[in-house]
């Protein structure tokens, strides 16, 4: 059984121990491509070692883009004095040789996990597909400020990747924070403003602000169903759909306003269902069969 401090085989390369004669090839030199978390710990200090087998689990995880290394403080005083490291347990984490984050105390390890997630997105093009898809899992399980960070260090590191840049802008609309979505969108690089990832975030935007404007519901049904022809009735009754979440039936309600006129309003029958579409998942089921519908008038 291994007791704290020590390492299997296995994590070898991954996990080590320093000393104050190889800290600067182990974390200053080590760190120049790969970031290195290093962990101060002492063998008397509890949470240090309810800390460490956790942080130790996530940088395995990480499964060779971020490195970890241990300094055992009472061994290497010469180390924490230079750190001024003041409490245990304390984690800094290097990249290209300088401190970029860090904490002190124990953490739960779903926080670990992301202290980690963000490091790996640092580590350039080997680790930028796992980063980025750790960030749209922090998006997803409602982690929206840890995923715009982490989808920021992407950008900091590859300013041009459209998927990156997407899921910033998607990550501030999750935190409500629309004009900071948008004032990015007026600064997209170029060469990805017409990237699918930054259109759809530009349809969700435009859709917000639409919604904002939408009308009463039920009013709106009753106008339509008191005027049938009434086409701006249907097509304010589909803004108004959309914006009580009821996507599907705003879509609908959309491609029975084409029907009866495709032309009304310079076809914004049209443009709308577009902009719904292109906010959707490109294999949004409502989306992929509204399409379809769409299509199959147009070309009739």
């Known amino acids: 059984m291994l007791t704290f401090g020590e390492q299997p085989a296995a994590a070898a390369e991954l996990i080590k121990d320093t000393t104050e004669a190889t800290f600067m090839a182990d974390v200053i030199d080590g760190s120049a491509e790969i970031p290195v978390i290093v962990d101060f710990w002492a063998p008397w200090c509890a949470p240090c070692k309810q800390l460490g087998p956790a942080l130790e689990a996530a940088v395995t995880a990480a499964k060779g883009r971020v490195r ?9 005083p010469g180390i924490s004095e230079q750190l001024r490291i003041q409490s245990l347990p304390t984690v800094y984490a290097f990249f290209q040789g300088k401190p970029v984050d860090g904490f002190q105390g124990a953490l739960p390890a779903s926080e670990l996990k992301v202290f980690v997630d963000k490091l790996a997105a640092l ?44 899921g910033l802008l998607r990550s501030h609309l ?5 004009a900071q979505a948008e004032a990015l969108l007026d600064a997209v690089p170029a060469k990805i403003a017409g990237a699918k990832e930054v259109e759809a975030v530009r349809a969700q ?3 917000l602000h639409q919604a904002a404007n939408a009308g009463p519901e039920a009013e709106l049904r009753a106008a339509v169903e008191a005027a049938p022809d009434d086409h701006q009735a249907r097509f304010d009754l589909a803004l108004a759909l959309h914006a009580a979440g009821k996507v599907e039936e705003a879509v609908t ?22 902009t719904i579409f292109d906010a959707l998942p490109p294999k949004d089921p409502i989306a992929l069969t509204g399409r379809r519908k769409l299509s199959s008038m147009i070309f009739a």
């Open 68 to 76: 970890m290394v241990k300094v055992n403080v009472d061994e290497n």
């Open 123 to 166: 580590g350039g093009d080997d680790g930028l597909a796992d980063a980025i898809e750790a960030a749209e899992t922090m998006l997803t399980e409602g982690a929206a400020a840890d995923a715009a960070e982490t989808f920021a260090a992407i950008l900091g590191e590859e300013p041009e990747n459209a998927v990156a840049f997407g």
């Open 174 to 178: 999750a935190l409500g924070e629309v």
């Open 205 to 207: 935007i435009a859709l």
């Open 253 to 274: 309600t959309l491609l029975d306003l084409f029907r009866r006129d495709r032309a009304w309003n310079d076809g914004a029958a049209k443009t709308q269902l577009f």
